[in-house]
């Protein structure tokens, strides 16, 4: 049942969706992660950017 180089088995395959747009179910989901979490300093920075990048995505599609 494993990946086999040059050999494909549409049956087993599973298809990435088309779109790669998180829905504001998902990006709850993962503020929710982020919140009880912990993170190392070095990290915060990064986190940060990526949760305000979120934030408003999760705007976004709630103003549609």
């Known amino acids: 049942m494993g990946?086999?180089?040059?050999?494909?088995?549409?049956s087993n395959v599973v298809q990435p969706?088309?779109?790669n747009q998180l829905t504001s179910d998902e990006i709850e989901v993962l503020m929710k992660m982020v919140r009880d979490s912990s993170f190392q300093g070095?990290?915060?920075?990064?986190?940060?950017?990526l949760v305000i990048k979120l934030q408003n995505q999760y705007k976004s599609l709630q103003n549609q």
């Open 3 to 10: 990946l086999r180089a040059g050999k494909k088995s549409s």
């Open 17 to 19: 969706k088309q779109n």
């Open 42 to 49: 070095k990290d915060v920075e990064s986190l940060y950017n």
